[in-house]
């Protein structure tokens, strides 16, 4: 009788039998374990829906008693709640990307070692780092389609174009998802993340969420320009006021061209960083 070794059988119900060349689909076991892991916290998720309304509400609505109109494409004049909206649009996309890449990767992978128990399957530090982006993006998705609909209910969208509003709030996530796991792979613990504070909330508050690019002095608007988040306010507004230009592509590129070079620096650290 040849001693031939019995290949290992793994159960099907743990999802670990897909051949180990499909890197894209090993990584929707990450999707899967998350999905799994947030079923009897689902209710964490209403904040991604409360934020930005609550935002739009009190600015959009309260200041925008004191603000009155703003021009619009073509210098007509535009309601302020109109301007801010796709602001807060993709200001949603961003804080979830970013939420669900720092934080709570940085709790699976210092703390709780989920990733060391992963790697000891089949599925490599590139898909963690991809399927964690991909759960990043599917919740954004949710978010932005759910704020997409409450500005419907207000009447903040006199376009069609707004139709592509959700799949640029993917664009936007994918760009600070990666950055976010790419900077997550350098922290040594959370008194680190006073760092992304320290980078979100003036983002936030200078991209021309609340006011017009004009508004600021000349030196300063060519440095919102180059911001990441400038990108994807510029890119929102553009498509929900129906003001779209060949020159959004440079947005798209840039947005594109920083989730690619964030997910691929993440792979490459979380390699180094977890396997012998």
Not at 84 to 105: H, K, Q, R, Y
Not at 180 to 198: C, H, K
Not at 249 to 266: C, E, P, S
């Amino acid at each position: 009788m040849t001693d031939v070794a019995t290949p290992l059988r793994i159960p099907r119900r743990l999802g670990l039998i897909l051949p180990p060349g499909t890197v894209g689909y090993r990584s929707l076991r990450i999707v899967e374990r998350n999905a799994l892991a947030y079923r009897r916290m689902w209710f964490v998720f209403l904040t991604g829906f409360a934020e930005p309304l609550l935002y739009l509400l009190s600015i959009g609505i309260g200041v925008g008693e004191l603000v009155g109109t703003l021009p619009g494409p073509g210098g007509a004049g535009i309601d302020y709640r109109q301007f801010v909206a796709p602001g807060m649009l993709a200001v949603s996309a961003m804080n979830g990307a970013v939420f669900d890449t720092t934080f709570n990767f940085f709790w699976k992978f210092k703390y709780s070692r989920a990733y060391d128990a992963v790697l000891a399957t089949p599925l490599g530090a590139g898909d963690i780092a991809l399927g964690e982006m991909t759960w990043a993006l599917m919740r954004g998705a949710v978010y932005a389609t759910a704020f997409l609909v409450t500005m419907l209910f207000f009447g903040l969208v006199p376009s069609a174009w707004a139709l592509l509003a959700v799949p640029v709030t993917l664009l936007i996530g994918f760009a600070f998802a990666g950055a976010g796991l790419a900077a997550t792979t350098y922290m040594r613990s959370f008194i680190d993340f006073d760092y992304v504070n320290l980078a979100l909330v003036p983002l936030f508050l200078f991209s021309a969420t609340f006011f017009p690019l004009s508004r600021y002095p000349d030196a300063l608007q060519w440095v919102v320009r180059c911001t990441p988040l400038y990108q994807g306010v510029e890119l929102e507004r553009s498509l929900v006021l129906g003001d779209v230009r060949w020159t959004l592509l440079v947005h798209v590129a840039y947005l594109l061209l920083m989730g690619t070079v964030g997910v691929n620096i993440a792979a490459r650290r979380l390699g180094r960083l977890l396997l012998p």
